[in-house]
Antibody, heavy 122, light 113 residues
Framework: QVQLQQSGPGLVKPSQTLSLTCVVS??????????WNWIRQSPSRGLEWLGR?????????DYAVSVKSRLTIRPDTSKNQISLQLNSVTPEDTAVYYC????????????WGQGTLVTVSS | DVVMTQSPDSLAVSLGERATINCKSS????????????LAWYQQKPRQPPKLLIY???TRESGVPDRFSGSGSGTDFNLTISSLQAEDVAVYYC?????????FGGGTKVEIK
């Protein structure tokens, strides 16, 4: 059974960088069987897919256009984790952030982290 | 982007009765090469992440009770709970997994009447 454990600060100041980590157990982030996503949820924007990474002989990355210029998703195979960095945050980035895994064959989220509420405020 | 529109926003159903939620996509999510509809349904309870119920419009995820069923094709889809149980009180979301960016509907809250 795959488990995703998230960590990171719950409060970030405007214009700073939001950083979250998702530690994976029960699978390898560099396996060919999974894809690793970041999704956020807020009352104003609902569920919003932010981006993903996966390894199929090389690492690939896809980002939502709305955050592409500010978002970096980074795998760390030595720690078996995926990280998210969102730069230049504003209060609009306040949300619950989730990491989630989908199997290679279908882009539906089978395994989820517990969620991290991140508030952007001074 | 494929826009997903759910209706109704909320639904109150008596225990044991049927609940039906609709989801419409702004373009077809039927992939012609495999004749599959790339539409999923999730259930979310308070303070929990969403849980996958159905994918490819009608395939139940392992362990999901068979009172949950999905139907539809192209741009128009339904999630049906055949006999509502107390533990089914939740918000339900559709998601298209046809193209990037992956997009979700706005959610339907199901309550007990």
């Amino acid at each position: 059974q795959v488990q995703l454990q998230q960590s990171g600060p719950g409060l970030v100041k405007p214009s700073q960088t939001l950083s979250l980590t998702c530690v994976v157990s029960g699978d390898s982030v560099s396996s060919n069987s999974g894809t690793w996503n970041w999704i956020r949820q807020s009352p104003s924007r609902g569920l919003e897919w932010l981006g993903r990474t996966y390894y199929r002989s090389k690492w690939s990355f896809d980002y939502a256009v709305s955050v592409k210029s500010r978002l970096t998703i980074r795998p760390d195979t030595s720690k078996n984790q995926i990280s998210l960095q969102l730069n230049s945050v504003t209060p609009e980035d306040t949300a619950v952030y989730y990491c989630a895994r989908n199997p290679a064959q279908v882009s539906t989220m089978i395994d989820w982290g517990q969620g991290t509420l991140v508030t952007v405020s001074s | 982007d494929v826009v997903m529109t759910q209706s109704p926003d909320s639904l109150a159903v008596s225990l044991g009765e049927r609940a039906t939620i609709n989801c419409k996509s702004s373009q077809s999510v039927l992939y012609s090469s495999d004749n599959k509809n790339y539409l999923a349904w999730y259930q979310q309870k308070p303070r929990q992440p969403p849980k996958l119920l159905i994918y490819w419009a009608s395939t139940r995820e392992s362990g999901v009770p068979d009172r949950f069923s999905g139907s539809g094709s192209g741009t128009d889809f339904n999630l049906t709970i055949s006999s509502l149980q107390a533990e089914d009180v939740a918000v339900y979301y559709c998601q298209q997994h046809y193209s990037l960016p992956l997009t979700f509907g706005g959610g339907t809250k199901v309550e007990i009447k």
